[in-house]
């Protein structure tokens, strides 16, 4: 058996057996002494703990020092009653206390009484039945933070299990504080009744046994049952002290001496206050100046001393704050942060500044906003976020526009000129800094403010810098839009459908198609310049086909075909006839013998002669339709117009190509040039 079990049941055994025999008057002085120290030990452990569950055995203790204490109470009792001389310790208790005089001492035990019973016993019991109840109440709520904290990563499995742990303990401890609370309050009421009954029973032994008078009996038996009640009543005292200390312990994990002091004299202010009114009331009042002003010296003093120890400390913190940002500085950079890309930037030089902050009346932020809402609108996709920033290794004029960190398109602008562009219908010129427009790179001249009204008046189409800006960010925008289109873009997009069209989205995807596979379409999509709104009627159509095949290809041109509708209103007129270019019928035979078949898709696997005879075809047949002033349109069939737009994209960027199957039936076209090879 270890040393620490067998004293713990040895100190249990004791305090049993004293209830039972009695024990020598030489042996209770010694086991009040005993009794004494490890009150004092529970009550500066209390004090001094860490945290509470430091104390995780202070219920237990508390019953088993209740009961050694009451065994002691009886066995005075027994040696009161019975002898008369229950040891010095009781005898000394209750003359040095009491001063030799039975009122005073009476008194003094009342008093302590009082202090235990009615305020700190019934405080303790009200704070640990309250933070029983709360500890208890926010357990779950704990285990749910702990839960989550695992779950992102914030900490390990055995952390987590330590913080179940530490819950448990805590809840179990608080709980059985609420109970143990009882014993203390209890101890107080049996150490009252213990000495009402030592009085009268001292007395009626005294006058029966002794042969004592009456004054000579009430005399002794009540000093003695007032050193015993006070003997038994100071340690019960401590401990109570100790339970109050434990349940009101705000912070978990703080020394109280250090919290005390931190609290009560951290604030100079305070100590001026407090010093200026002790001094005050010594000076100008009847209270002893002797003591006041001292006790108010003191305070200033004190104040004095925080305040100079504050403004080092202030000091120092400023000084450590400028030595972190040099070695911030100092430091080497931290690379993870600059691996972050911004879809889209735009860069300007310093003399742009004005156009872009709000508080020099610059509308370039708001302009961006309307960027967004209008391709939006336009393509139906929604445009990542823009980022601007002043670049001072620009010039103070100049503009660059990046995608993805790279640069794809820049213009200069003047700052206090207008951008005149001659329509076509201008008949008489006038002068200016010739330039071109940055957005389609039509020849353009720059105008003052003062010939903005007669440009305007002679028919020129005049702009500001800020919308020559916002322009040519809307047409790179507009270019690159569909390698804008991220996954998680189409998986919002996908969740916006779902909101009111559930059933479809959860026949689509994951089920037919994947969002990556949805990604292709839509980026097909929005290449040549087809509006992607109307999400609901494309994912109706890949459903309906995405059953007989995934190529992302073929999936396009059905709806392509759609959203024939839409294509149909934003290329052709409606009450006109339209000039279109078509190709040879056994060109597109040829064509698709070229296309071969593979895992990953199509390809069009074309003879490069023949490819490059087609391309110089084509091109001659553009040259025909702009000359008459039109816009070149290319109709072919259906199952050739994929692989004819990829042949030719690389040559005409912006050349629009149209299948039969995506133009409305009430279109009137006239086809006036023919593309064979």
């Given amino acids: 058996m270890k040393k620490t079990d067998l004293g713990l049941g040895l100190y249990l055994l004791a305090a049993i057996v004293f209830l039972i025999i009695p024990i020598p008057n030489v042996l209770l002085d010694v086991l009040l002494a005993l009794n004494i120290a490890v009150a004092l030990t529970i009550l500066f452990n209390s004090l001094f703990s860490k945290e509470t569950l430091s104390m995780s055995s202070f219920p237990s203790l508390l019953l088993l020092t209740t009961l050694f204490r009451i065994s ?19 005898e000394t208790f209750g003359k040095f206390v009491g001063g030799g005089s039975l009122v005073i001492g009476i008194i003094v ?3 302590l009484l009082l202090v235990q019973f009615m305020v700190i016993n019934k405080g303790s019991e009200r704070v640990a039945e309250v933070t029983a109840r709360f500890t208890l109440d926010a357990m779950p709520g704990k285990q749910m933070a702990i839960d989550a904290d695992l779950n992102t990563g914030a900490i390990n499995d055995n952390q987590a299990k330590e913080r179940r742990e530490k819950l448990q303990e805590e809840s179990a401890f608080f709980g059985s504080m609420d109970g143990a609370v009882k014993y203390v309050k209890g101890d107080a009421m049996a150490g009252l009744m213990i000495t009402v009954i030592n009085i009268v029973g001292g007395i009626a032994m005294g006058v029966m046994s002794q042969g004592l008078e009456l004054t000579e009996a009430l005399e002794k038996y009540t000093i003695l049952t007032i050193g015993d009640g006070l003997v038994s009543s100071i340690p019960s005292l401590l401990i109570s002290l100790a339970t109050g200390i434990i349940v009101t312990k705000a912070s978990r994990e703080a020394d109280m001496g250090d919290l005390v002091f931190l609290q009560l004299f951290s604030i100079p ?41 504050q403004g080092i400390m202030n000091i120092e913190d400023e000084v450590t704050a400028e030595e972190s940002e040099a070695e911030e500085i100092r430091r080497p ?3 993870v942060s600059l691996l972050q890309v911004d879809p889209i930037e735009l860069e300007f030089g310093y003399g742009i500044i004005p156009l872009a902050d709000v508080n020099q009346g610059g509308d370039l932020l708001d302009r961006v906003v309307m960027i967004r ?25 100049q503009y660059i526009i990046k995608i993805k960190g790279i640069q794809v398109s820049e213009g200069e602008i003047l700052f206090d000129h207008y951008m005149a562009m001659n329509p076509g219908m201008v008949e008489e010129e006038i002068t200016g800094i010739p330039t071109f427009e940055p957005s389609f790179h039509l020849p353009a001249i720059w105008i003052t403010e003062g010939q903005r009204e007669r440009a305007e008046s002679l028919g020129y189409t005049v702009v500001d810098p800020p919308s020559i800006i916002a322009t040519h960010l809307t047409e790179v925008v507009r270019k690159h839009i569909d390698e804008l289109l991220t996954r998680q873009d189409v998986q919002n997009l996908i969740s916006n459908v779902k909101e009111s069209n559930p059933t479809l ?33 494309i994912f109706e159509n890949l459903a309906d086909h995405a059953v007989v095949t995934r190529d992302t290809d073929i999936l396009t041109e059905y709806a392509r075909q759609s959203l024939k509708r839409a294509i149909s209103s934003k290329f052709f007129a409606a009450n006109e006839t339209t000039s279109v270019i078509t190709l040879d019928p056994q ?26 005879k087609i391309v110089k075809a084509v091109e001659k047949e553009i040259a ?39 133009i409305e039936s009430n279109i009137e076209l006239q086809s006036v040039g023919m593309v064979n090879a």
């Fill in 72 to 90: 002691l109470n009886v066995s005075s009792t027994k040696l009161i009653l019975g002898t008369g001389d229950p040891g010095k310790v009781v």
């Fill in 109 to 111: 035990f009342v008093i």
């Fill in 269 to 309: 202010k305070v100590m001026y206050a407090v010093g200026g009114s002790l001094v005050f009331l010594g000076v100008f009042s009847e209270l002893p100046f002797i003591v006041f002003v001292p006790f108010g010296a003191g305070c200033l003093y004190i104040g004095y001393r925080l305040q100079t120890k």
């Fill in 333 to 335: 950079e931290n690379v």
């Fill in 373 to 397: 809402r209008q391709i939006a609108l336009e393509l139906g996709a929604v445009v990542p976020i823009i980022r601007l920033r002043d670049n001072i290794q620009l010039n103070p004029n």
């Fill in 505 to 537: 989205v959860d026949e689509l995807v994951p089920k037919l198609l994947g969002v990556g596979e949805v990604q292709k379409v839509l980026q097909n999509l929005l290449r040549e310049g087809v509006s992607i709104r109307d999400l609901v009627t």
């Fill in 587 to 612: 060109l597109e035979q040829e064509i698709m013998t070229s296309v071969k078949q593979t895992e990953q898709g199509s390809f069009l696997s074309l003879d490069p002669v023949k490819s490059q």
């Fill in 624 to 662: 025909k339709i702009e000359n008459m002033g039109k816009t070149p349109i290319v109709i072919t069939s259906p199952i050739v117009r994929i692989y004819f737009k990829r042949l030719t994209e690389d040559y005409f960027k912006d050349l629009i190509v149209i299948s039969y199957n995506e």
